[in-house]
């Protein structure tokens, strides 16, 4: 029901940029804007986190893309972006959206961010 769908990876060359886009067109909007919404990646065994927007407007990004990733919110249009400049072959990984209130957590199918020279 409330499983965010994500979108915009692709292929790109290091020092490009892209930007993800999250949608929860099933979640009615009490809801989305209430919730704590985030990007994980993965590239091996392990998720990692990459960046969270509460539903009181504070944003957090881990050291490894902090400067040059961006989380923001469209509470209006239910979406969640996530603008990645000065992208790094390391941060190649499938990106996950995540939308978490208190003991549920949702997750995306993930979309596929490949840097390559």
């Known amino acids: 029901q409330g499983q965010p769908e994500e979108s915009g990876g692709g292929l790109v060359q290091p020092g490009g940029s892209l930007r993800l886009s999250c949608a929860a067109p099933?979640?009615?909007?009490?809801?989305?804007?209430?919730?704590?919404w985030s990007w994980y990646r993965q590239a091996g065994k392990e998720r990692e986190l990459v960046a969270i927007s509460?539903?009181?407007?504070?944003?957090t990004y881990s050291d490894s893309v902090k400067g040059r990733f961006a989380i923001s919110r469209d509470n209006a249009r239910k979406k969640v972006y996530l603008q990645m400049n000065n992208l790094k072959p390391e941060d190649t990984a499938v990106y996950y959206c995540?939308?978490?209130?208190?003991?549920?957590?949702?997750w995306g199918q993930g979309t596929q961010v490949t840097v390559f020279s």
């Open positions: 509460t539903s009181n407007g504070r944003t």
């Open positions: 099933r979640i009615i909007l009490s809801v989305f804007s209430s919730s704590n």
């Open positions: 995540s939308r978490q209130e208190g003991s549920t957590i949702d």
